[in-house]
């Protein structure tokens, strides 16, 4: 192959021989695309209680707990198997509270119907909702190197020791495990008395683990958003509906985005930067229904 492919590292009189080793020798890398392959399982158990509106109160409650695996990548790029793991967007356990409550004030309610005209109308159409979302989160990554399609970035340079970088209480400062066994002997990111659960990934190291784990979960999401309505009536055809939204009603920030899962970093195992949710947002409207 010397001289006819320039302007590559092959194109010399040696060339290394994991390159020549290759199916296609001449080409550095090949990537495919649309491949028809993968596949994906979900099994949940699901559970729905409801309240019909009764006594000025409607409400529902929606559990979900369920586990979803993927067959859509290699471990290695010359594996013949697809990887069967736990879903990256697997969520174990699923929470959403709805309710929506009249004010019981006003024309046709139980108080405030004698009321004078004009208080009576300030009084009238009022309705307060929420929707509450607690949920656990989505799995953390092995750091097997990044690999594309991931919506998180794998660490880099770094493999597992079979020790259980879980943590019985973790924290944003330090999620998981970060002790390292170096390439050294030395160690780094490690408490005292603890055991390295990476070290240094070798070069052209074949993966033989998971490339999730399925027991550490990135921080689960836990919001609360909330209206504030009032339906104005001004013929039997047309309201006029003013209506204020809070998003993220108690403010709570979110980092479900997870930790820093490359080992070269300073702040691998912690998460750092801005939350993963939008601060509370307050939004007004005005409607006109006819």
Not at 39 to 61: E, H, T, V
Not at 149 to 174: C, E, F, I, M, Q
Request: net charge positive; proline share 7%; with cysteine.
């Amino acid at each position: 192959m010397v001289g006819l492919v320039p302007g590559t590292s092959i194109n010399a009189a040696t060339v290394q021989r994991k390159q020549l080793l290759r199916p296609y020798p001449q080409f550095l890398s090949l990537t495919e695309h649309n491949r028809p392959i993968g596949k994906s399982r979900y099994d949940a158990l699901q559970l729905l209680l409801s309240k019909r509106m009764s006594a000025n109160l409607s409400a529902s409650i929606a559990y979900t707990y369920s586990k979803t695996f993927t067959w859509t990548n290699f471990e290695n790029a010359q594996d013949t198997q697809l990887e069967k793991v736990v879903a990256p967007w697997d969520v174990t356990h699923s929470l959403q509270i709805n309710a929506l409550y009249q004010l019981p004030f006003g024309k046709g309610q139980r108080f405030g119907s004698g009321m004078p005209t004009p208080v009576r109308y300030l009084a009238s159409g009022w309705q307060i909702s929420a929707l509450a979302r607690l949920q656990s989160g989505m799995p953390m990554p092995y750091p097997s190197g990044q690999k594309s399609g991931s919506p998180v970035a794998y660490p880099t340079g770094a493999a597992p020791t079979g020790v259980n970088p879980k943590l019985s209480h973790p924290t944003l400062d330090r999620w998981f495990s970060t002790c390292t066994l170096l390439a050294d002997g030395m160690t780094s990111g490690c408490l005292q008395g603890e055991q390295p659960a990476w070290t240094i990934r070798q070069s052209y190291t074949e993966q033989q683990w998971s490339s999730y784990f399925s027991n550490i979960r990135m921080p689960g999401i836990y919001n609360l958003d909330m209206s504030v309505m009032k339906t104005n009536r001004i013929t039997e055809r047309v309201n006029l509906v003013f209506r204020t939204d809070f998003l993220n009603a108690t403010n709570t920030p979110q980092f479900f985005s997870g930790p820093t899962t490359d080992v070269n970093s300073a702040n691998f195992g912690k998460i750092v930067g801005d939350q993963s949710n939008l601060p509370r947002v307050i939004q007004l409207s005005l409607k006109l229904q006819f």
